[in-house]
């Protein structure tokens, strides 16, 4: 590990606390209209501080929705290319009353910043920027090409990078790509995610009567859309959290022997998992598989969320003619989404309850993936890690999903490592978003020792 690297980090914190205070005053939430300027600033933002880093060819990049920006510095040949990303979108901070700060205040308590973003990923990705910064300014050049790309979209689905790493695999072509979008095991201990849960996520909806009805006058004979919804949902898992969709299965593999025997090494407390981190009464889930197992290696289905009749106060006897279901279903690798997605509507067109239609709609699907842990710059990570949290790093994977990895394996043909600075109870899209202040200095003292270690190793 570099002193001069280290030193630089250390000697300039204040500075990079502030500027990543900066980064998350700006209320950049994708999903919302009202705040597209804001997410345009935000790109803006970070073009400017990768200009300021020494990358070239800087560009804020217009798409159909909101911008992407990309940058790079190709001065190292024979070197290996590594390709960042990440996003400066964040979700909406509500519900507000359940902050304790403003969400776009960022406010320092227990050596943690609170800030919407600030784990997820403005924080993460920034980390990237400033350890280009401190090789350049320390080494006055980079020992690898840099390629970067980051994204607007990521909480809304990232249709726009998408399509643009589809369309320009010549321009991001690279050895690897670095993502920092995840989280450590738990705090201290170095972490590289080696798996992800694809997604399919839809809505479902389903039509009832042609207009809501009086239920005192058509209850018993007219069919209630909400009713009907719920019908059709329960049937497609059932009490023990077994997916009833057929074929549902068909490419799920276990972990090998080799992998669960690392998870069991984990330090892992099931009650306290239960009490601090879930907080009910109880967990849920197929029998006979272990929680990391239904969490990072089974696929899953969810509804977030079901909209339809009256929910106002007071009383309203209507029969709801609409309903409309959010689902989302977690695949693990091997399944192929569009397989899966036409599962779906097979069951849902041989389960619609009578009188009921209903129509699927997909709203985002990307795959699961592994990736291959004797790959040498999993080993340089890895290594890097360890040197700077001084452990050693174990491999997991992740339950959740970073489409974005699918399609740089797809379009680039090239592996990503997933080195994630983030910690368990970060609350990311909750109230209360956190990311640990020391951990962000680390994050840059490790990709920045990552790339001295990789560029040596090529």
């Known amino acids: 590990m570099s002193l001069a690297i280290d030193a630089y980090v250390q000697s300039n914190e204040a500075r990079f606390l502030e500027e990543l205070k900066e980064f998350l005053r700006i209320p950049s939430i994708s999903t919302l209209p009202e705040h597209n300027g804001d997410t345009r600033r935000a790109a803006e933002y970070a073009a400017e501080k990768l200009t300021a880093a020494g990358l070239e060819n800087v560009e804020v990049i217009q798409t159909e929705r909101h911008p992407l920006v990309y940058a790079d510095w190709l001065h190292a040949p024979g070197m290996p290319t590594v390709l960042c990303y990440g996003h400066f979108d964040v979700q909406p901070p509500d519900p507000l009353e359940l902050w304790i700060s403003p969400p776009f205040e960022p406010t320092e308590r227990d050596g943690n910043l609170y800030a919407r973003g600030s784990a997820d990923d403005k924080g993460q990705m920034y980390s990237h920027i400033k350890a280009l910064e401190a090789l350049r300014d320390v080494h006055g050049t980079l020992p690898l090409n840099i390629k970067v790309l980051l994204e607007g979209e990521e909480e809304v689905g990232g249709l726009s990078v998408a399509a643009y790493v589809e369309h320009n695999p010549e321009k991001l072509r690279a050895d690897i790509a670095l993502v920092s979008d995840t989280e450590m095991y738990e705090p201290g201990m170095p972490t590289l995610k080696v798996g992800l849960r694809g997604l399919l996520y839809m809505e479902i909806e389903a039509q009832g009567p042609s207009r809501d009805l009086h239920s005192g ?91 339809g009749g009256f929910t106002g106060a007071g009383a309203k006897t209507v029969i709801p003619a609409k309903a409309v279901a959010k ?26 309850p009578k009188g009921i239609r209903c129509e699927v709609r997909v709203l985002s699907s990307g795959p699961g993936l592994m990736v291959n842990t004797d790959h040498p710059a999993i080993r340089v990570a890895a290594k890097a890690l360890s040197d700077v949290f001084g452990k050693p790093t174990v491999f997991t994977r992740s339950g959740g999903s970073i489409p974005i990895v699918g399609d740089f394996a797809t379009h680039l043909g090239i592996p990503t490592i997933l080195m994630g600075f983030g910690l368990p109870d970060d609350g990311l899209h909750s109230p209360n978003e956190k990311y640990n202040i020391r951990n962000y200095f680390d994050g840059i003292r490790t990709v920045a020792h990552f790339f001295e270690e990789y560029g040596k190793a090529s």
């Open 217 to 307: 006058v058509y209850g018993g004979a007219a069919p209630n859309a909400v009713f009907g919804l719920i019908e059709l949902l329960s049937k497609a898992k059932d009490a023990d959290g077994h997916l009833q969709i057929p074929g549902i299965y068909e490419t799920v593999d276990p972990p090998s022997a080799a992998e669960k025997t690392s998870w069991e090494q984990l330090p892992f407390d099931e009650a306290e998992y239960l009490a601090s981190e879930v907080g009910s009464t109880s967990l849920t889930g197929e029998p006979g598989y272990s929680v990391f197992e239904r969490t990072w290696a089974r696929p899953t289905l969810e509804v977030h969320g079901i909209a």
């Open 327 to 352: 689902v989302s279903i977690r695949l693990v690798p091997r399944q192929d989404p569009a397989v899966v997605e036409a599962a779906v509507r097979q069951f849902v067109a041989d389960n619609a």
